[in-house]
């Protein structure tokens, strides 16, 4: 046979086609490697130059807010890119889509158009790469002809097709030509469907075990099989459950309305899944970002949890950022052994899609426990025990202030009210126990304290914390008071937020936040002049505004544009409890000494942890220094210079 010809028509997905293989004919070319690991010193160069940027302007470098940052700039960058090279596709009825005849004669290649006809000499042709549906002759580094498959001479096979094109090549001077390579399996659009072939259910999981071990994953057919994607799925959902059972400790009761906040990430799988697979060029199968993302995902939860629940504050993000590249990693080479060939910009905007979707998941409280720890026999098991637990209150906060003493000593006395205002996390019922504590070794307070206390694990020590509970406190506090002398302590110790507000919460009790507005309005209904006010939450600068007055001291963990740390279920305090209750309040010579030392201290050990500086802060209301005075051993002068005074 002397030469041949093919008669075709060249669409998109064959042109999508001749691109990935160029794509993965440059990146095996001997400097692919090379490339890659300068790209990634580059990038760390470029991420430690950041960072030390930031800590010369003594802003120290905050992990999250800068891998934020830095995925937004790749997702940007690839998206771009993306863009770039929808542009560059080429015309349909052009030099390279469109009808052509193709001939294969000793003096060259031809192609035939309709307004063009043109002649490649062999001694161009430098190697040749054959997969399923495409034969690629190149002639230049990414220059090359398209021969599909589909539309070779009735009979002639592609071997055949090969071997002739080799002969002509020879017979017409070319340069030595490689042998041909045999490409990936691009998966093309038109021709997905019931052709496809899936692998068995045992070498899907061998794949998984090769692909955590770093081992060749072998062909794309040994490794995707819809029967496994659902079995790591299941396992990736029990394996959550155990791991949050663990979290949670014993005892532990089975949270139903978790379920949906697991379903949420399931749907958020899937749209990851559709992104990824869509950005793969061409286009992958759904199936196969599905089976990569049930393959990584046991050990993103595994990775997180462990940094989560047994690093140190110091270096849970780092273990937090190892997990998330081990996977990224996981999930490039999935893909890049699926489809042939690297898949980078599926991987960065999956993971963009992915950040984009946590980032609404917080932001509508979205919450996938499975399990709380279980609640005492007397506590909220009904709408009905709910209710008759509120209307109780009253009763229970009247009982509370009568028990309180008169006078204890001679001259002014000190009162305190403590507000722990979310039962289910123990650290603030912990923490306004400390300060009732301590506040009653220095002041006095013993027998003048009214907790109110949200505590899940114990629904009957003292009344519950809530806003209407609140202001009855101080109204009947104040009634007892002598309003003139005595001075009154009150601690908050909660969540919080910049509006501002306390959270209040108590298993599923319907329960109102506690705002600024509200908290001034009941220190101001009870007639209480002297108020020393210490609020352990984030944001709590913000309720600055509305409480300062020239009889009032008023304490914060954290200023009104910052959150401040420690508020997790597994600690007694929180850091700026730590500081100031356990730490600097029972030494102290002055409430302002203490406060001082409390914020250095917290600044020192956020600082030392990387974390964003909450910065506490006080106010010092002028004419509250005399009465001040009489409980500490300072001169009033001194604390009247606290706010600016002469």
């Avoid at 209307?391 to 009162?415: C, K, M, N």
């Avoid at 114990?458 to 001075?487: C, F, K, N, Q, Y």
């Avoid at 002028?622 to 002068?637: S, Y």
Wanted: charged content about 20%; overall charge neutral; aromatic content about 8%.
């Amino acid at each position: 046979m002397e030469g041949f010809s093919v008669q075709t028509t060249l669409s998109n997905p064959d042109w999508r086609a001749y691109t990935q293989a160029w794509t993965r004919r440059l990146s095996t070319r001997g400097n692919g490697w090379a490339v890659r690991i300068g790209r990634v010193l580059l990038g760390l160069l470029l991420g430690a130059s950041v960072a030390l940027v930031f800590l010369a302007l003594g802003r120290g470098f905050h992990a999250k807010e800068f891998l934020a940052g830095l995925i937004t700039a790749v997702v940007a960058l690839a998206l771009r890119a993306y863009l770039q090279r929808r542009n560059v596709a080429p015309d349909a009825d052009g030099l390279v889509l469109g009808p052509v005849t193709i001939e294969f004669t000793g003096d060259g290649i031809h192609h035939h158009r309709v307004q063009s006809d043109s002649l490649t000499r062999w001694a161009l042709l430098q190697d040749v790469t054959v997969t399923r549906k495409h034969i690629f002759l190149w002639v230049d580094r990414v220059a090359g002809h398209i021969v599909p498959v589909r539309d070779l001479p009735a009979g002639f096979t592609v071997d055949q097709a090969v071997a002739e094109i080799r002969r002509l090549a020879e017979a017409g001077g070319a340069r030595t030509v490689g042998a041909a390579t045999t490409g990936p399996e691009y998966p093309e659009a038109e021709t997905e469907g019931a052709g496809d072939v899936s692998a068995n259910f045992g070498s899907s999981l061998a794949a998984v075990g090769r692909l955590y071990t770093f081992r060749p994953l072998g062909a794309p057919d040994s490794m995707i099989s819809e029967p496994a994607i659902f079995v790591l799925a299941a396992f990736s959902i029990g394996l959550w459950a155990l791991l949050d059972r663990l979290a949670q400790g014993r005892p532990s009761e089975f949270f139903s309305s978790g379920l949906t906040g697991i379903s949420w990430y399931l749907v958020a799988a899937l749209v990851v899944a559709w992104i990824a697979a869509k950005r793969c060029m061409p286009a992958a199968r759904l199936r196969t970002t599905l089976w990569t993302i049930a393959a990584v995902a046991p050990v993103l939860i595994a990775g997180l949890w462990l940094s989560e629940n047994y690093a140190s504050a110091r270096w849970s993000w780092a273990g937090a950022l190892a997990t998330i590249l081990l996977c990224l990693t996981y999930a490039a080479r999935a893909l890049r052994a699926a489809t042939g060939t690297s898949q980078p910009h599926a991987v960065v905007l999956g993971v963009g899609a992915a950040v984009l979707i946590g980032m609404a998941s917080n932001s509508i409280y979205v919450s996938a426990s499975l399990w709380l720890p279980d609640q005492p026999k007397n506590s909220m098991a009904s709408w009905e025990q709910g209710e008759r637990l509120l209307f109780e209150q009253s009763d229970r906060i009247d009982a509370a202030v009568a028990h309180l003493a008169g006078p204890t000593r001679p001259g002014p006395s000190a009162y305190m009210v403590g507000f722990a205002g979310v039962g289910e996390q123990r650290v603030f019922a912990g923490e306004v126990g400390l300060a009732a504590r301590v506040i009653s070794n220095r002041y006095g307070t013993a027998s003048h304290t009214v907790l109110l206390v949200n505590d899940a694990r114990d629904l009957d020590a003292h009344p519950l914390a809530t806003v209407s509970g609140l202001r009855r406190t101080l109204r009947e506090i104040g009634a007892r008071m002598d309003r003139g002398r005595d001075i009154l302590f009150l601690v908050l110790s909660s969540h919080g937020s910049e509006e501002p507000s306390i959270s209040v919460s108590n298993g599923s009790l319907p329960l109102k936040q506690l705002t600024g507005e509200e908290l001034a309005a009941a220190l101001k209904d009870s007639g209480i002049r002297w108020k020393i006010i210490v609020i352990s939450a984030c944001h709590a600068g913000a309720f600055i505004p509305p409480l300062k007055d020239d009889g009032t001291i008023i304490l914060t963990a954290a200023a009104a544009d910052r959150t401040s740390f420690g508020c997790s279920n597994d600690r007694d305090l929180t850091y700026f409890g730590e500081a100031f209750f356990r730490d600097a309040l029972p030494r102290a010579a002055t409430l302002k000494e203490a406060f001082d030392q409390a914020a250095n201290a917290v600044s020192a050990r956020e600082l030392a942890e990387h974390i964003t500086p909450s910065k506490p802060q006080a106010f010092y209301g002028a004419a509250i220094a005399t009465e001040l005075a009489k409980f500490e051993p300072v001169q009033p002068a001194t604390i009247s210079r606290l706010n600016g005074a002469p």
